[in-house]
């Protein structure tokens, strides 16, 4: 289901979003807030309250569709828009994808945020980088000297479960 929101539905949540990461700045919380609205239109908020409750993942876009999935039971949100006082940073990105929410509106942009002291850009440049160790070494470990590595026993085990919801 596709969410139906008119320019000016569009630029109200928008506004929205930004009131509220401005009302958040003012309760100790970072100057980022987001609205999901879902198709049917029910509205759901989220603030940055990464200092305040020491989250680094409490981002606004996050705490939005936190808010959005924990009042409707559910993990998909297809269908919805998320709303952003400001561009979105790749953690809140992935996390609208994981949720399939459609579409992602927002108002100032990472320069701005980077002009005032959020500066995301080794963030975005991580997943743009092949020396992407250089800010942090991912890499994979293969276990050995066992019988049998245990390494895709979660998965088989998700793969017999019958209860097991699929995402």
Not at 78 to 85: E, P
Not at 124 to 153: C, G, H, I, K
Not at 161 to 166: G, K, M, N, T, V
């Amino acid at each position: 289901m596709s969410t139906t929101v008119s320019a000016e539905s569009a630029q109200e949540f928008l506004t929205r979003a930004i009131e509220l990461a401005t009302a958040n700045v003012r309760n100790s919380g970072g100057p980022f807030g987001a609205v999901v609205v879902i198709a049917e239109g029910q509205a759901f908020d989220g603030v940055n309250r990464v200092t305040a409750t020491n989250d680094p993942t409490a981002h606004a876009e996050v705490n939005a569709i936190r808010a959005a999935c924990t009042a409707l039971g559910t993990f998909d949100l297809s269908g919805a828009t998320l709303y952003a006082s400001c561009e979105p940073c790749p953690m809140c990105l992935a996390s609208a994808l994981w949720a399939r929410v459609e579409k992602v509106v927002f108002a100032a942009d990472r320069y701005d945020a980077a002009s005032v002291g959020f500066d995301d850009a080794a963030f975005y440049e991580y997943f743009e980088n092949s020396n992407r160790d250089a800010l942090m070494p991912v890499s994979r470990l293969v276990l050995r000297d066992l019988a049998a590595p245990p390494v895709l026993q979660p998965f088989t085990t998700w793969n017999t479960l019958e209860s097991r919801i699929d995402y």
